[in-house]
């Protein structure tokens, strides 16, 4: 496990990383030596269905609070932060659509707040897009997904960019106070740039239990050597298989950042100069039960709620990963129910073009 944390950090240009249980667990991690009752942060509103769903039910029972806003809105974001709020968060590639935040944009308002911006890189990995480059402090993963690339593991970590002072305005007393615990150990006076690191090593991994497995760490680290070949490929055949579904008359829209269509097309350059991944919607003509019976008849993508797999994937996600959302939740993170989510592979790409093709005939007959 500790070579996989060294490894990731230094995939992220971070200081120090934390490998945890889980995704989810990065998340709990990353906020717990930031957050106490009545604090709050502020949050993007696209985001994975079970982020969302941490985010407004499970950390209310800890005190805490997550502001949902549109990060496209400057104002708005400015608006929702006040003297209880201690991070902003966000996805570098946005699930389900793909959409790419303009994260220097928001850690310019995270600066001037004095709080750190946390950025999921799980959609982009470190091969597509570094968080830090831009002004990150912290960047979490769920490693289930492209990191190890074929959905044999459950883990997650946190990568620290050492570059965020904790000691400002007495925000973090977990990190730059007094530890009781450790004698009275300040771990930011005491570590300086590695102080968020050990104190998830020491405190948060100690008190939450949210340990990562060796045999799931040794996994990760096998599916790291091959990162740079899978993206490369995850993103070539993603390009051809949206421009295909971009022409197809039974298509209303898709939402790939790659595409020259797409809003977010200028940002690929900036923040994804190798390609903008994997992952994106497309809204089918015909409405939820196209979707659904697209779903049931294709044969070589796989009807899983999980992403970054070497196979493709194809889940609706208004029935599953973000079933449990309002209709406005779901919209503002672009799971609508005339909308399938895609994962792409590794695949022959003309494969797949080909499933999709017969599955699209069959949706609509």
Request: a negative charge; glycine letters at 10%.
């Amino acid at each position: 496990v500790g070579v996989l944390q060294e490894r990731i950090a230094t995939l992220e240009g971070g200081a120090g990383a934390v490998c945890c249980s889980s995704g989810h667990g990065a998340q709990i991690m990353a906020l717990f030596p930031l957050m106490g009752p009545g604090l709050n942060i502020v949050t993007s509103n696209r985001l994975y269905g079970g982020t969302v769903t941490q985010f407004s039910r499970t950390i209310q029972r800890f005190g805490w609070e997550a502001r949902f806003v549109d990060t496209e809105n400057p104002d708005e974001v400015k608006a929702a932060i006040d003297e209880n709020t201690r991070a902003i968060f966000c996805e570098s590639i946005a699930n389900p659509g793909g959409y790419i935040t303009d994260m220097e944009a928001l850690a310019k308002i995270a600066d001037d707040a004095e709080i750190p911006l946390i950025v999921d890189n799980t959609s982009a990995t470190p091969y597509l897009c570094r968080p830090i480059e831009f002004g990150a402090t912290l960047i979490v993963h769920s490693l289930t997904k492209f990191l190890t690339g074929n959905g044999t593991v459950t883990g997650g970590a946190i990568v620290d960019s050492g570059k965020f002072d904790w000691s400002v305005g007495g925000k973090f007393p977990s990190l730059a106070a007094p530890e009781p615990a450790y004698h009275g150990l300040n771990f930011y006076e005491a570590l300086g740039s590695m102080a968020f690191t050990f104190h998830g090593i020491a405190v948060g991994l100690r008190d939450l239990g949210m340990t990562m497995n060796p045999q799931g760490a040794h996994y990760t680290l096998l599916g790291i050597e091959t990162l740079s070949m899978r993206m490369d490929k995850h993103v070539s055949n993603a390009e051809k298989v949206a421009k295909w579904l971009e022409k197809d008359s039974r298509v209303n829209y898709v939402t790939y950042a790659g595409l020259p269509s797409s809003p977010y097309y200028d940002r690929v350059e900036k923040y994804c100069p190798k390609g903008a991944g994997s992952l994106f919607t497309f809204s089918l003509k015909g409405g939820y039960e196209a979707c659904v019976k697209l779903v049931d008849n294709l044969e070589l993508f796989s009807h899983v709620a999980n992403l970054g797999d070497a196979r493709s994937l194809i889940t609706h996600s208004a029935s599953t990963t973000h079933r449990q959302l309002t209709p406005e939740q779901q919209e503002a993170a672009g799971a609508i129910p005339d909308v399938v989510r895609l994962s792409i592979g590794i695949e022959d790409p003309d494969d797949l073009i080909a499933d999709l093709d017969q599955a699209l005939t069959k949706a609509h007959a």
